[in-house]
Structure formats: structure tokens, C-alpha cells
């Protein structure tokens, strides 16, 4: 069983920047798909960026809405990957989730069998 451990996330201004941290307990096939997903007010949870963290990998995917603005990394030795947002706006404003699973690629949640019990990111206009 991995756990998924978060940090970060908080309050900013339009424009401003935050950094999410997750660091896995374990690292499995189970779990080399590593990222984030979000859930703003009224909306349903949403892919936003996941990292193959199989070693000589490293492939991201990026949702559209958040492309050029966030960055997803990783540090191997460590168990964690991290979410650099950028030029934060206020519809980034959600509960974000970070989770784990076998294959990168595909957006849908179930497909990730781990999740950390999230952080809560808001941007005021």
C-alpha cells in the first residue's frame, strides 16, 4: 500500500505562484504514475498533471488549462514530485488532490489507485 503525503497549496493573488509537494511512502509499478488532479466548487474532479516516474521516463502530461503555466517534477531519491503553478487565476481555485497509479496518459480518476487527502489552492482575483 502506498501512501501519498501532500504539502502546500494556500491562498494567493491573482498572478501569484504556489508549489505542491507529494511524496510517495513506496515506489511501485502500482504507483510509477504520479500527479495531480483537482476539484473546484460545483465541479467534478479533474486531471492536471502526472509524471511517469519510471527510471529513464520522466514523461509529463499536462492538462490544456493549465499548460505553460505549470510545471510537474520529480526528485527521485526523495519519492516526491512537485507542482510549480504559475500565473496563478481564480479558476484555479479548487481542492487539489494528489494520486497515483500504474499508467500516465489517461485522466480518468479511477485509474489511480492512490490519493493523498488533498490541499486546498485559492486565488482571489
Known amino acids: 500500500q502506498v501512501q501519498l503525503m501532500e504539502s502546500g497549496g494556500g491562498s494567493v493573488q491573482y498572478g501569484g505562484s504556489l508549489r505542491l509537494s507529494c511524496r510517495a511512502s513506496a515506489y511501485s509499478f502500482s504507483s510509477r504514475c504520479m500527479g495531480w488532479f483537482r476539484q473546484g466548487p460545483g465541479k467534478e474532479r479533474e486531471g492536471v498533471a502526472t509524471?511517469?516516474?519510471?527510471?529513464?521516463?520522466?514523461?509529463?502530461y499536462y492538462a490544456d488549462s493549465v499548460k505553460g503555466r505549470f510545471t510537474i517534477s520529480q526528485d527521485n531519491a526523495k519519492n516526491t514530485v512537485y507542482l510549480h503553478m504559475n500565473f496563478l487565476k481564480p479558476e484555479d481555485t479548487a481542492m487539489y488532490y494528489c494520486?497515483?497509479?500504474?499508467?500516465?496518459?489517461?485522466?480518468?480518476?479511477?485509474?489511480?489507485?492512490?490519493w493523498g487527502q488533498g490541499t486546498q489552492v485559492t486565488v482571489s482575483s
Open positions: 509524471l511517469n516516474r519510471e527510471y529513464g521516463d520522466g514523461t509529463t
Open positions: 494520486a497515483a497509479g500504474p499508467y500516465c496518459g489517461d485522466w480518468a480518476p479511477d485509474r489511480f489507485g492512490f
